[in-house]
Nanobody
Framework: QVQLVESGGGLVQAGGSLRLSCAAS????????MGWHRQAPGKAREFVAS???????YYADSVKGRFTIARDSAKNTVYLQMNSLKPDDTAVYYC?????????WGQGTQVTVSS
């Protein structure tokens, strides 16, 4: 069983920054792709960012230029540096690891951006 544990969420003022971490563990765990999705109350879960082998990154248009995703393969950890946060960024953020036929999800960490 793969386990993904997020940390780093919290309450921040608009314009502030947060850094999320996701530590992956489990029996013989490894992944080519890791990323983040988020879900605001009453809204569908949406893609935020991902990184794959070769440190190739992808970002949703809504966060491009403000968020940076990075991974430390040796530690099986993925990070999301969030700068210039806006109230619209308020959501539960989920670590995401796709694999053939399924995906693994973290428990989620709350990010709240106040006006």
């Amino acid at each position: 069983q793969v386990q993904l544990v997020e940390s780093g969420g919290g309450l921040v003022q608009a314009g502030g920054s947060l850094r999320l971490s996701c530590a992956a563990s489990g029996s013989i765990f490894s992944s080519n792709v890791m990323g983040w999705h988020r879900q605001a109350p009453g809204k569908a879960r949406e893609f935020v960012a991902s990184v794959r082998s070769g440190d190739i990154t992808y970002y949703a248009d809504s966060v491009k230029g403000r968020f940076t995703i990075a991974r430390d393969s040796a530690k099986n950890t993925v990070y999301l540096q969030m700068n210039s946060l806006k109230p619209d960024d308020t959501a539960v953020y989920y670590c995401w690891v796709p694999s053939p036929g399924r995906a693994y999800w973290g428990q989620g960490t709350q990010v709240t951006v106040s006006s």
